[in-house]
């Protein structure tokens, strides 16, 4: 899987997913949310954030896009939110991201498709 990590996704967060394979690069500092959800739409990337305000379909919809998971993991400790995401990466497959948005939690998910 390629992901997106957004600026505010903690830096020991991508090296561990990178460490375990995973295609992971980081957004520039200081890109506006609209510029780096296009990025990752144009970069099929699947887009990870903390940033609630990707949980907005309606600003950012899903439909045509990689796919986004919005961290919603507290207190959000960088072992938290690595058991956090590799419980949902161990459940899920290539391409089930696409046009979906997840919202992930210490203790589970949801996947939407709006």
């Known amino acids: 899987m390629k992901f997106l990590a957004d600026?505010?996704?903690k830096g020991r967060l991508v090296k561990y997913?990178?460490?375990h394979d995973y295609n992971v690069i980081t957004a520039p500092k200081g890109v506006k949310n609209s510029k780096l959800f296009d990025l990752a739409r144009q970069a099929d990337r699947i887009l990870i954030s903390n940033d609630k305000d990707f949980l907005s379909s309606a600003l950012y919809p899903v439909e045509?896009?990689?796919g986004r998971i919005i961290?919603?993991?507290?207190p959000p400790t960088f072992e938290n939110q690595r058991g956090a995401l590799e419980r949902l990466l161990?459940?899920?497959?290539?391409?089930?991201c696409t046009d979906?948005?997840?919202e992930l939690w210490k203790d589970g998910f949801e996947m939407r498709v709006k």
């Open 7 to 9: 600026e505010n996704v």
């Open 17 to 19: 997913l990178q460490s």
């Open 64 to 66: 045509g896009t990689p």
């Open 71 to 74: 961290l919603r993991i507290f």
């Open 90 to 96: 161990s459940q899920i497959k290539e391409g089930e």
């Open 100 to 102: 979906k948005l997840v």
